[in-house]
């Protein structure tokens, strides 16, 4: 294929806001743009969700995720210019569940 056809594919897939990040990876690699897809990896940051949606997600009480965040289970993360404000990486809930942390 042409770089113009692949670049003009790629602006689509990225239009598409119902395709998640590992769709796009694929597609990427299934394309031959091996270098974007790597980039494309690299570059989302981790999400921080609320202590209250990371609780219903895992079953759990709000109470209960930070007394595992006082244990040093994981690191709160502290939104700027706020000192009560906190969240819970994404990645940390998923490690949760999978029973890692």
């Known amino acids: 294929m042409k770089n113009t056809t692949l670049t003009a594919m790629k602006a689509i897939y990225d239009s598409d806001p119902a395709r998640t990040r590992g769709d796009k990876i694929q597609l990427l690699r299934t ?3 091996e270098e974007e ?3 494309a990896e690299k570059k989302q ?4 969700i609320s202590f209250r949606d990371a609780a219903k ?9 930070h007394e595992i965040a006082k244990r040093g289970g ?8 706020s000192k009560r404000c906190a969240g819970i990486r994404e990645s940390d809930v998923e490690r949760l569940l999978a029973g890692t942390l």
């Open 74 to 81: 994981f690191t709160k993360v502290i939104f700027p210019g």
């Open 45 to 48: 940051p981790d999400r921080v």
């Open 57 to 65: 997600r895992i079953n759990r009480t709000t109470t209960t995720l």
């Open 37 to 39: 897809a790597m980039v």
């Open 31 to 33: 394309l031959g743009l």
